[in-house]
């Protein structure tokens, strides 16, 4: 069999994981197809070939923006040159806009002609995780309504606030309370206020349907949805798109004072995350904005960006 560097680079060529080899000091020696294919189907801004470039230094740069994911790999990948370690593998998530993401990367190190060099592989696992995220979302599910709940909410909002962060995009929350929703209740009994949960909640998944952004319901007759990489206009005029949505609906609450059928106060607000700030900025901002859609008269949004 033909054991030439042509031979050698093709059949490296012909996998799937994405491969490079580094040297001691960070340095990629070389990038096979795949690697090279998935930078430039997502927005790397290296042309003209990935030998030369520093993958320590990407990764330092990540972790400066507070990006754990990077910080996680460039200590692990350090661990190996120095020998520390044999070996390192590390999951982590690659979401893009649109599509879910996630890859294992391991290190390994070989020594050519006196000379240290260390492999790194990323390996596809989305298939696993997506199996394994079905299984656990069953935790995450509000009883009633089928979409997310509290919990999960609070999961999500993390994982996208650092994301956001470390692409410096905005990020986007609403919060929506059912007008008059406990004299609904009581005049149309609670099996009517739970098929109106229901309705809602079935309207909200329409306006969530990246992975970027999700909709729970926050407590009782409160909801929230969150739009990661969202400029507030867009999100107020997805906002005022679902009050009409629930107008619509055309439920009936004859004991509310401003409508004949249900109706929602929404308040949404915008931030772009930072290493100083916290998701409480940006849930508290929206709370703020909700109060004020409510004592302006309820049945509309207000907005704010923090």
Not at 4 to 29: K, M
Not at 45 to 59: A, M, P, S, V
Not at 206 to 215: G, K, L, Q, V
Request: proline fraction near 2%.
């Amino acid at each position: 069999m033909d054991k030439s560097y042509g031979f050698l680079s093709q059949v490296l060529d012909a996998i799937t994981d994405h491969i490079v080899v580094i040297d001691g000091s960070g340095e990629i020696q070389y990038a096979n197809r795949s690697w090279t294919v998935f930078g430039r189907d997502n927005g790397s801004t290296i042309k003209d070939g990935w030998r030369g470039e520093n993958y320590l230094d990407e990764c330092d740069k990540a972790s400066a923006m507070g990006d754990l994911f990077g910080l996680e790999a460039g200590t692990g990948i350090r661990g190996v040159i120095e020998k520390r370690q044999a070996v390192f593998y590390f999951e982590y998530p690659c979401h893009s806009s649109d599509q879910k993401r996630w890859f294992m990367m391991s290190v390994s190190p070989f020594c050519l002609e006196g000379h240290d060099y260390f492999v790194l592989s990323h390996k596809d696992i989305t298939e696993r995780k997506l199996a394994e995220e079905q299984v656990a979302n069953l935790a995450r599910i509000d009883g009633l309504t089928g979409i997310a709940n509290r919990r999960a909410f609070d999961e999500f909002l993390d994982k996208e606030w650092r994301r956001c962060c470390r692409l410096q995009k905005p990020i986007s929350l609403a919060i929506l309370d059912l007008d008059y929703f406990k004299l609904l209740n009581d005049t149309a009994g609670h099996q009517a206020g739970d098929d109106c949960l229901i309705q809602v909640a079935g309207l909200l998944k329409a306006f969530a349907s990246r992975p970027s952004d999700i909709c729970a319901r926050y407590g009782g007759e409160e909801f929230v949805l969150a739009w990661g990489d969202t400029t507030l206009e867009q999100a107020k005029h997805m906002s005022l798109r679902l009050l009409n949505s629930i107008a619509n609906l055309r439920i009936e609450n004859c004991s509310s004072p401003i409508a004949k059928y249900l109706t929602g106060s929404i308040g949404v607000a915008e931030i772009v995350p930072s290493r100083g700030s916290v998701e409480g900025e940006l849930i508290s901002k929206a709370d703020r904005m909700l109060y004020q859609a409510k004592k302006a008269g309820r049945n509309r949004v207000e907005s704010e960006i923090c």
